[in-house]
């Protein structure tokens, strides 16, 4: 019996000491993503692309209208300064305002949407195509 005793008290030490040393590496891998600049968590990341990747592949015009609806509210977001998304291909990005121009999508074609990530993982190109 005294045996035993000992055996559970050594294996919730094992436990314990395998919890103290995981809460340590996640604390490290917080405190180096600060000190290299990259503080944004993978929910951060992905509730930011969320918003874009819902319109992915084949679109109609009306769909790429609010999608690019959506990267002009998100560049003028003072919230996401550094995530700026870049749009490319059928619409050209105005000279004033550096916004896409959504008066040239017409509702009635179709688009491609397709996107690119930079080093973060986050979206920074949404390239369209007509189709």
Known sequence: ?????????????????????????????????????????????????????????TQSGTSVRSLLQKVVSSNLNDNNEGKEVEVAGAVTIGTTDNDPQIEQISTGKRYEVTFEYNDQGLINVINIAEI
């Open 1 to 57: 019996m005294e045996n035993a005793s000992k055996a559970l008290i050594i294996a919730g030490a094992i436990l314990l000491a395998i919890l103290i040393i995981s809460l340590g590496i996640l604390i490290y891998n917080q405190a180096a993503g600060i000190a290299n600049g990259n503080a944004m968590s993978e929910v951060e990341i992905t509730e930011f692309n969320t918003q874009f990747t819902q319109y992915q592949g």
